[in-house]
């Protein structure tokens, strides 16, 4: 209970406050694109945070690193993530892209140039299999929102036990318009309607957390 109450707090706390390497060429020195792009040279070993084992939780985080002309990191910035909601491996994986040392790109001139490179990095854990969804009702547009001409989206957690079914209540964890609370009814709604299929560790039914965005697009003229 007390890993439960932890994880629910964190991820309430986050959302309010290897090895694929692809050169993204439209921020290079100068806007030159290098005909040779930067590769990893060394790269310390990624850690698995703790409270993402805990509630058996993975990822893919696509970070963007800023690599200067000697080839050492110089900034980070994390471009997007899978499960969009899930914010908790971000130290982790900035920890990382600052460590690594790359080989730097060269221009056709064969010099260095600084150069931003995106790297996917993936936490997987071993034997599991998230849970997933097997069947989502439409969301109820809410009226206020469509007189208001507005649009926007929720994202929810939701924790799934071995059965398939809601462990409690789903959690908003992120929102847009983020003040306002005009969908928090209609996406908790959906939430509540989903069927599940539940985790999987090691071939058994298992607990799992899965994360879900429900989005409110206004109908076209």
Same mark, same amino acid.
């Given at each position: 209970?007390?890993?439960?109450?932890?994880?629910?707090?964190?991820?309430?706390?986050?959302?309010?406050?290897?090895?694929?390497?692809?050169?993204?060429?439209?921020?290079?020195?100068?806007?030159?694109?290098?005909?040779?792009? *930067? #590769? =990893?040279?060394? %790269? !310390?070993?990624?850690?698995? @945070?703790?409270? &993402?084992? +805990?509630?058996? /939780? $993975?990822?893919?985080?696509?970070?963007?690193?800023?690599?200067?002309?000697?080839?050492?990191?110089?900034?980070?910035?994390?471009?997007?993530?899978?499960?969009?909601?899930?914010?908790?491996?971000?130290?982790?994986?900035?920890?990382?892209?600052?460590?690594?040392?790359?080989?730097?790109?060269?221009?056709?001139?064969?010099?260095?140039?600084?150069?931003?490179?995106?790297?996917?990095?993936?936490?997987?854990?071993?034997?599991?299999?998230? *849970? #997933? =969804?097997?069947? %989502? !009702?439409?969301?109820?547009? @809410?009226?206020? &929102?469509? +007189?208001?001409? /507005? $649009?926007?989206?929720?994202?929810?957690?939701?924790?799934?036990?071995?059965?398939?079914?809601?462990?409690?209540?789903?959690?908003?964890?992120?929102?847009?318009?983020?003040?306002?609370?005009?969908?928090?009814?209609?996406?908790?709604?959906?939430?509540?309607?989903?069927?599940?299929?539940?985790?999987?560790?090691?071939?058994?039914?298992?607990?799992?957390?899965?994360?879900?965005?429900?989005?409110?697009?206004?109908?076209?003229?």
């Amino acid at each position: 209970m007390r890993i439960i109450i932890k994880i629910i707090t964190t991820i309430i706390l986050i959302s309010t406050i290897l090895q694929a390497q692809t050169v993204d060429s439209t921020l290079t020195e100068n806007n030159v694109k290098s005909i040779v792009g *930067p #590769k =990893i040279k060394y %790269q !310390p070993k990624l850690k698995f @945070p703790e409270i &993402a084992r +805990e509630a058996s /939780l $993975e990822a893919i985080i696509h970070v963007k690193v800023l690599i200067v002309k000697d080839g050492l990191p110089y900034k980070t910035e994390i471009t997007k993530r899978e499960p969009e909601f899930v914010y908790m491996f971000d130290d982790e994986v900035r920890r990382w892209a600052m460590k690594c040392q790359f080989f730097p790109a060269l221009n056709k001139q064969g010099e260095p140039i600084t150069v931003w490179m995106n790297i996917p990095i993936t936490f997987k854990l071993r034997d599991f299999e998230p *849970p #997933k =969804i097997l069947e %989502q !009702p439409v969301p109820e547009y @809410p009226t206020k &929102a469509l +007189e208001m001409g /507005l $649009e926007g989206w929720v994202g929810l957690a939701v924790l799934i036990d071995k059965n398939g079914r809601r462990d409690r209540r789903p959690m908003i964890v992120s929102k847009e318009p983020r003040t306002s609370k005009v969908f928090d009814d209609a996406a908790m709604n959906v939430a509540m309607n989903t069927r599940f299929l539940p985790a999987q560790m090691g071939g058994r039914n298992t607990k799992g957390w899965i994360f879900m965005k429900v989005e409110f697009n206004l109908p076209s003229k």
